[in-house]
Structure formats: C-alpha cells, structure tokens
C-alpha cells in the first residue's frame, strides 16, 4: 500500500520551531518531488515548498521562505519540513505530498498523486 505519514505537529508558541516528518512506505521518493501544503479552516490549500528529486533545489512560497526549510533523506524514504520563527497564522494541518515531476506549478495540489493524512500545526501563546 502506497503511503505518506506525517508527524511533528503539536501546539508551539509564537517565535518557535518545529520539524515535521514525511515519512513514505510502499514506495520510494526517489523518483518523486515532494512538496508540503497546508490548509487552515476556512481557507484554501496552501502550498509551501517542495523539494526535487535529488534534493539539489528547492523552492519556497513568499509565506514561508526564510523562515521554513525543506529536505529530504532518500536512504530513510523521509521528507523533512524545519520550521522556524512561527507565528499564529501558520496555524493550520500541514500535509506531504509527492509527484512525478520536479518541474513548474509545485503549489497545484491536483499535480500531486499521493498525499498524507496531515499533522495539526498549532501556534499560540
């Protein structure tokens, strides 16, 4: 069964950190760019980085850049989200995602095949 788990989410305050977890079975992400998203209520989902297949390159959403990073360890089949500098309106369920191709649109869900359950983000004080 092809399959992405997420972990990491808990409750942070604002200014803190965070490392989600994209954990792949069933498959291996080698042949695949994984991209993160995230949806808050009542609000589209977001997409916020995804990282190449190799790992080489990476691109990130204005929202996010400089404050999250994206990498991925190819021998563990596992995509990781560092989040740094949180703030309330990062609150939102977080997801993994993997598709075929490292090429333009990253942040169209539809170009994705397979998708995590999602891990619930909170930033409060």
């Known amino acids: 069964q092809l399959q992405l788990v997420e972990s990491g989410g808990g409750l942070v305050q604002p200014g803190g950190s965070l490392r989600l977890s994209c954990v792949a079975s069933g498959f291996s992400l080698d042949w695949y760019a994984i991209g993160w998203f995230r949806q808050a209520p009542g609000k589209e989902r977001e997409g916020l980085s995804c990282i190449h297949m190799s790992g080489g390159s990476a691109n990130y959403s204005h929202s996010v850049k400089g404050r999250f990073t994206i990498s991925r360890d190819n021998a563990k089949n596992t995509v990781y989200l560092q989040m740094n500098s949180l703030k309330p309106e990062d609150t939102a369920v977080y997801y993994c995602?993997?598709?075929?191709?490292?090429?333009?649109?990253?942040?169209?869900?539809?170009?994705?095949?397979?998708w995590g359950q999602g891990t619930q983000v909170t930033v409060s004080s």
């Open positions: 995602a993997a598709r075929g191709t490292s090429g333009n649109g990253y942040t169209v869900a539809l170009t994705y095949a397979y």
